[in-house]
């Protein structure tokens, strides 16, 4: 069975811009839920997505959002890039009751 | 709020040493816990999940072992390579309604010289 899958792995963006990323969860798995890593904050939590419903929300402020499709593929969007946003951003998928996390690997995103 | 804190933030051993890595929790109503492994600029890769049920789990030299009712959860190491080194993180899985909603440690930073 494929992994989960990031795209791109790494992208480089400059102040103002925003940015739209992508994964594809382990097939068969309904939950997707997506992480932000920085050296000073460590791993946060996001947002969770099941069939297409977000169901639950961290910290972050509105310029971050994301979205679900049919085959359970999801997109997070950060719009109007600031430096502190660079990060390595981390997709995880779950598929079972034991709610066990599978995690991509991740896209390095760099705000100039 | 949930607060997890691993202890040491990081461990330099010899190969072949045995070793332990610490994590606590200080809300023990969780759901289960994960123990994961990162290499530097990679994303992560699952070694053990504990459902709270369970007092331990194992899968090769690894064994994760979970007191609920203490906060604490320990990730034994046996015969350390320096293949192992890498960030070890654990993260505790909420119940209810809380999916997909871990809380990770700090992460332990392992490096095993030959």
């Known amino acids: 069975k494929a992994g989960v899958t990031q795209t791109p792995r790494y992208l480089i963006k400059t102040r103002g811009q925003q940015v739209t990323l992508s994964c594809s969860p382990i097939?068969?798995?309904?939950?997707v839920s997506w992480y932000q890593q920085t050296p000073g904050q460590g791993l946060q939590f996001l947002f969770e997505y099941f069939s297409e419903t977000q169901r639950n929300k961290g910290n972050f402020p509105g310029r971050f959002s994301g979205r679900q499709f049919s085959n359970s593929r999801s997109e997070m969007n950060v719009s109007t890039l600031e430096l502190g946003d660079s990060a390595l951003y981390l997709c995880a998928s779950s598929g079972s009751d034991v709610r066990e996390q599978f995690f991509g690997p991740g896209t390095r995103l760099t705000v100039l | 709020k949930q607060e997890v804190t691993q202890i040491p933030a990081a461990l330099s051993v010899p190969e072949g040493e045995n070793l332990v890595l610490n994590c606590s929790f200080t809300?023990?109503?969780?759901?289960?816990l994960q123990w994961f492994r990162q290499d530097p600029g990679k994303g992560l890769t699952s070694l053990l999940l504990i459902q709270s049920s369970q007092r331990e789990q194992t899968s090769g030299r690894l064994n994760a072992s979970l007191d609920k009712s203490s906060g604490r959860s320990t990730l034994y190491i046996a015969a350390s390579q320096p293949g192992d080194s890498a960030t070890y993180l654990c993260?505790?899985?909420?119940?209810?309604?809380?999916?997909?909603?871990?809380?990770f440690g700090q992460g332990t930073i392992l490096t095993v010289h030959p």
């Open positions: 809300d023990s109503a969780i759901y289960n």
């Open positions: 993260a505790v899985i909420p119940g209810g309604t809380s999916y997909g909603k871990l809380t």
């Open positions: 097939s068969g798995h309904r939950s």
